[in-house]
């Protein structure tokens, strides 16, 4: 069945992709607020490059979400605020901290890969073309995301692991903003 095209003078895009623009500025709106939740955790741990490579990275997910909110209202549609509950506060370990980074990257390249398909399929070529530079963060997203998780297994936790693993994504977090 051919989905009935609603494309106007004032509105370009179709509802579908607006709702799927709209699950995608929820899912960074809570990316951002996750960061943060970590960030603290992290300075009060005294993992204090750890913290600041995540207030970094929170700050980074809003800013995803605001290109997507000015996005949909500038193509006729309404951006939605995100409502923010279920941030989890409290972790085991640093380590657990950056396997969940990890895992939640993977699930929103996955998420935007899916609006990237979906608006090909459907000729929203203008979607498709600002999406690549959403196809192309979480390319980086995941390798910074693997390489930090990496350091628990090259570096290990024992002893002084964890401070020499705090130092390494210092220097981390300072390698991605160099080219800034």
């Not at 809003?62 to 279920?86: C, D, S, W």
């Not at 085991?92 to 398909?117: A, C, G, M, Q």
Request: proline letters at 1%; hydrophobic letters at 40%.
């Amino acid at each position: 069945m051919k989905q009935k095209e609603i494309v106007t003078l004032q509105r370009s895009l179709l509802p579908d992709t607006e709702t799927l623009l709209n699950q995608q500025i929820e899912m960074e709106g809570k990316s951002s607020a996750y960061y943060l939740s970590m960030a603290s955790w992290c300075h009060m741990m005294g993992y204090a490059n750890a913290a600041k490579y995540l207030y970094t990275h929170a700050d980074e997910e809003r800013m995803h979400m605001m290109k997507l909110f000015h996005y949909v209202n500038e193509a006729g549609g309404h951006a939605i605020q995100p409502e923010i509950t279920g941030i989890r506060h409290n972790f085991n370990s640093l380590r657990e901290v950056f396997e969940l980074i990890l895992e939640h990257e993977i699930k929103v390249t996955k998420s935007i890969n899916n609006i990237v398909d979906h608006a090909f399929g459907v000729k929203d070529f203008a979607t498709f073309s600002f999406m690549q530079w959403y196809v192309t963060e979480q390319r980086e997203e995941e390798t910074m995301s693997r390489r930090a998780l990496e350091l628990f297994e090259i570096i290990g936790e024992e002893g002084i692991g964890l401070w020499t693993i705090d130092q390494e994504l210092g220097k981390l977090h300072a390698a991605a903003h160099s080219g800034e």
